[in-house]
């Protein structure tokens, strides 16, 4: 099966209350360890690519690894989404290159800005068969290209999500309802809270049309101790509780975007591995069990938390 677009996996989801995941890649381990567990589990999955992402492994590279990996897994739906588009001109790129979903991030902008741009972007990638996320709302949180302080952060205002939706035509919405990117969400001591209330009237405006959630990895605490007893230092690092995902899965959260419980699963692989075998120095030997540790991440998140395991 080639790429697919959102649409018909997105559906599929609402209707069954499930989410399905959308999980970034940055590198041949990263891809093989969420296809191949996608895969056995017979799960439909996105994979995503963020500008920092492209930078670091080029376009090219990363289309061939998923090209490869849509071979080598026959038969599951597998869409290529842009993660955090700035402008116009890396959505070109990624549609004319070949992917099949774009976002276009225009949340630090002002409402009308936001609409004009991500409408801009909409109305091309639409003309090219390719559908569009945006954004309404600002998650707190560090990436590469996503620097949003906590105190800039702000949720996703109601009001403005049918006249959002309408004007730009988008295909799905991602909104802030207290979720943030990166792996330290919550201060200790702190009781995490997502704002469902938020994503119920959201979908009230918007019956059956799907609702995307940035910033849901759940940094598993088994996890930070190898890290943090391995060498690393990962204080206080804190997620989202999957309880919580479940239950947004539930509701018309159609996609769960999850890149740091990927990044922690590798390193506490990769940290364990080099203190329990100093002598290895063989790439192969570390990246194996980092590949192993993706790849039973993924199968967790499919089987127990976004419930699109069966669903291809
Ligand atoms: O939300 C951002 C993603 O986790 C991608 O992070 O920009 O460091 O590749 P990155
Ligand atoms: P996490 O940092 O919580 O994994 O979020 C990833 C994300 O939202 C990618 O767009
Ligand atoms: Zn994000």
């Known amino acids: 099966m080639p790429l697919v677009t ?88 990624c549609i004319d290159g070949g992917f099949s979903s774009v976002m276009i991030d225009g949340s630090s902008k002002s409402f009308e800005e936001n609409i004009a741009l991500t409408k801009q972007v909409v109305e091309y990638a639409h003309a090219h068969g390719v559908v569009v996320e945006g954004e309404l709302g600002k998650l707190a949180g560090i990436e590469d290209a996503v620097n949003v302080k906590a105190e800039d952060a702000s949720y996703t205002n109601p009001a403005e999500v049918e006249e959002f939706v309408t004007r730009t035509g988008v295909d799905s919405l991602a909104i802030a309802i207290g979720t943030s990117h990166g792996a330290y969400k919550f201060k200790p001591g702190q009781k995490p809270q997502l704002r469902f209330d938020i994503l119920e009237e959201v979908s009230r405006r918007l019956p059956g049309f799907p609702i995307v959630l940035h910033g849901a990895s759940s940094v598993p605490q088994d996890l930070v101790k190898v ?26 959260v159609c996609k769960i975007n999850i890149d740091s419980d990927i990044r922690v699963a590798m390193t506490a692989a990769i940290r364990k591995h080099m203190l329990e075998n100093p002598s290895h120095f063989d790439p192969r030997q570390y990246l194996t069990p980092a590949r192993a540790a993706v790849k039973s991440m993924v199968a967790h998140k499919i089987s127990d938390v976004l419930g699109s395991a069966g669903k291809a």
């Open 6 to 93: 959102t649409t018909e996996m997105f559906k599929k989801a609402y209707d069954g209350g499930y989410a399905i995941g959308a999980f970034n890649v940055n590198n041949m381990e990263i891809v093989q360890g969420i296809t191949e567990a996608a895969s056995e589990l017979n799960s439909p999955v996105i994979l995503q690519v963020s500008a920092g992402a492209r930078k670091y492994a080029k376009h090219v590279y990363l289309m061939k690894l998923v090209e490869a990996a849509i071979a080598d897994t026959a038969g599951i739906p597998i869409a290529l989404h842009l993660d955090h588009g700035g402008d116009f001109e890396i959505c070109k790129a």
């Open 227 to 252: 890290i943090n007893e391995c060498g690393g230092a990962m204080p206080n690092a804190i997620g989202i509780p999957e309880e919580m995902l479940r239950q947004a899965a539930g509701m018309a």
